[in-house]
């Protein structure tokens, strides 16, 4: 099972989206790493991510943009990526559990997911921040998720 990346965020991946439009929609590794001013190993979880989220096809040492990633805007955005995200874990599985079990707490949902063998780290507690960090920077943003701070709190909009 393939996992979204923990540690990107959509403004950072926004920010690489840019340069390899700006460079005709492909690019290769060592150009896009030193435009970005970032190391390789810090671009990689950022490629995966749009990868998986089908804004970018990684060949070899190269990098171009998709028809999705070429038209992805801040019109767009929300909908390209809730759509996209609805199949990647842990917010496939997320979004499963909340349509059948309703509003879930944090560590309530990190326990669902993990009897559902959807796991980022093998201790609960790293999974619980992980999850929620995920959850906001993503899941929220992209409109697939409501989140109440007041009671770690996640429920499917209304």
Same mark, same amino acid.
């Given at each position: 099972?393939?996992?979204?990346?923990?540690?990107?965020?959509? $403004?950072?991946?926004?920010?690489?989206?840019?340069?390899?439009m700006?460079?005709?929609?492909k690019? &290769?590794?060592?150009?896009?790493s030193?435009?970005?001013?970032?190391?390789?190993?810090?671009?990689?979880?950022?490629?995966?991510?749009?990868?998986l989220?089908g804004l *970018?096809k990684i060949? !070899?040492?190269?990098v171009?943009l998709?028809?999705? !990633?070429? !038209?992805?805007?801040?019109?767009?955005?929300?909908k390209?990526? &809730?759509?996209?995200?609805?199949?990647?874990?842990?917010?496939?599985?997320? *979004?499963?559990?909340l349509?059948e079990?309703?509003?879930?707490t944090?560590r309530?949902?990190v326990?669902?997911?993990?009897k *559902?063998?959807?796991?980022?780290? $093998?201790?609960?507690?790293?999974?619980?921040e992980?999850?929620?960090k995920?959850m906001?920077?993503w899941?929220?943003?992209?409109k697939?998720?409501?989140y109440?701070?007041?009671?770690?709190t996640?429920?499917l909009? &209304?």
């Amino acid at each position: 099972m393939k996992l979204f990346p923990t540690e990107v965020g959509i $403004t950072e991946l926004r920010g690489i989206i840019s340069i390899i439009m700006d460079n005709g929609g492909k690019i &290769s590794l060592p150009q896009l790493s030193d435009e970005a001013e970032e190391d390789i190993d810090k671009l990689l979880p950022l490629l995966e991510a749009g990868s998986l989220l089908g804004l *970018m096809k990684i060949k !070899g040492a190269n990098v171009a943009l998709t028809e999705k !990633g070429k !038209g992805l805007n801040l019109e767009n955005l929300a909908k390209i990526l &809730s759509n996209a995200l609805a199949k990647i874990e842990p917010f496939k599985t997320a *979004m499963k559990i909340l349509k059948e079990k309703g509003p879930l707490t944090t560590r309530d949902l990190v326990r669902s997911l993990r009897k *559902m063998r959807v796991k980022i780290y $093998t201790d609960e507690a790293l999974d619980i921040e992980a999850v929620r960090k995920l959850m906001l920077r993503w899941g929220v943003r992209s409109k697939m998720f409501s989140y109440d701070y007041n009671t770690d709190t996640w429920s499917l909009p &209304s």
